[in-house]
């Protein structure tokens, strides 16, 4: 079985997992970066870490086309489902076996209130073990945390980090998170998509390989890695 991660700019990823089309942080409309349009992608299901508009993006649009099922913590499926979507709520903590894997959500440092102003709990991270067992930490918007560490613990196969800075982890701190997170490949992503968190990332991924043991892979919109 082959896993495929696709970046579509910003913090949009496509994961094609299990037979499954899942979509995080489908962000499409208003995003410079993006790689390609909201009418087009298709989805089974759609993860989303937190309220930001550059998180929830195009969800329900996409959700409603699609008839995707809509992940996230109890308080945005509570959202999504009065905006007419189907949903199933979790949270930080908690896993619960998919259809494509056995998905937990994970800590994460940062806000989450939505962009109609509800409130949006606390953000959150993800925390995937595929059908052929490949683990995939998706850090959705945070801060550097201590217990990455312990997230690490699992054995990660694929990180995906933001590097951006400003709103979220900047190059030296996402550098130490991959020291905690020790996964065999990362993946930076939340950065270069306005100035504000412009940012060299082969700059970065060169650090990666020099100082730890991961292997940094650093896509452009529209790129994918299999694994
Ligand atoms: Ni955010
Ligand atoms: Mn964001």
Redesign the pocket.
């Known amino acids: 079985m082959t896993n495929k991660l696709t970046w579509f700019g910003h913090?949009a990823l496509g994961l094609e997992t299990g037979g499954c089309q899942l979509l995080i942080d489908p962000f499409f409309s208003g995003n410079p970066a993006a790689a390609t349009t909201a009418d087009k992608i298709a989805a089974d299901f759609i993860l989303v870490t937190h309220g930001?508009g550059?998180?929830v993006g195009d969800a329900v649009a996409i959700a409603k086309r699609t008839g995707a099922l809509v992940i996230s913590n109890f308080e945005i499926a509570t959202w999504f489902e009065k905006q007419g979507c189907k949903t199933h709520a979790q949270h930080l903590g908690g896993g619960y076996k998919h259809p494509f894997g056995y998905l937990k959500l994970t800590l994460a440092l940062h806000g989450s209130g939505l962009p109609d102003g509800s409130y949006g709990g606390n953000p959150a991270g993800f925390l995937l073990t595929t059908n052929d067992a490949k683990k995939i930490y998706l850090a959705g918007?945070t801060g550097l945390f201590g217990d990455m560490k312990l997230i690490g613990e699992e054995g990660l196969d694929l990180a995906v980090i933001p590097i951006g800075d400003n709103?979220?982890m900047g190059p030296d701190d996402a550098l130490r998170a991959v020291k905690l997170l020790t996964p065999r490949h990362v993946i930076p992503i939340?950065f270069g998509t306005w100035d504000l968190i412009a940012q060299d990332p082969n700059a970065w991924a060169s650090r990666v390989q020099k100082e730890t043991s991961a292997q940094a892979h650093v896509l452009k919109p529209g790129d994918s890695f299999a694994f």
Request: glycine share 0%; no cysteine.
């Open positions: 913090a930001h550059d998180h918007d709103y979220t939340h």
